[in-house]
């Protein structure tokens, strides 16, 4: 079970960061991404972290404003969104699963909605 956390209302230019809490037995053996899906539209990819955290990859958009980290020990995988504009108004979700991939994983959380205002 993924519980996802600490979406809100912000204007342009502020900052968020989102939390994702696990409840798996070994959270270091899973990949966690964050993906958004914007109002009207398909539920895109934002950012993946590796089971260690020693490797990220973001989609084009969140490059230099959006930082994905993980913390094995409190099962937690964040996202800190600085520079927000108001195409990143989304609901958030964390997604889980225990093989590299782009789309397809295993497991979602329930989602945190971002809405910045300009």
């Known amino acids: 079970q993924l519980q996802a956390s600490g979406g809100g209302l912000v204007q342009a230019g502020g900052s968020l960061r989102l939390s994702c809490v696990a409840s798996?037995?070994?959270?270091?053996?899973?990949?966690m991404a964050w993906f958004r899906q914007a109002p009207g539209k398909e539920r895109e990819f934002v950012a993946r972290?590796?089971?260690?955290?020693?490797?990220?990859y973001y989609t084009d958009s969140v490059k230099g404003r959006f930082t994905i980290s993980r913390d094995n020990a409190k099962n937690t995988v964040y996202l800190q969104m600085n520079s927000l504009k108001p195409e990143d108004t989304a609901v958030y979700y964390c997604?889980?699963?225990?093989?590299?991939?782009?789309?397809?994983?295993?497991?979602w959380g329930q989602g945190t909605e971002v809405t910045v205002s300009s």
């Open positions: 997604a889980a699963d225990s093989t590299l991939r782009a789309t397809g994983y295993a497991y």
């Open positions: 972290v590796s089971r260690s955290g020693g490797s990220t």
């Open positions: 798996v037995r070994t959270f270091s053996n899973y990949y």
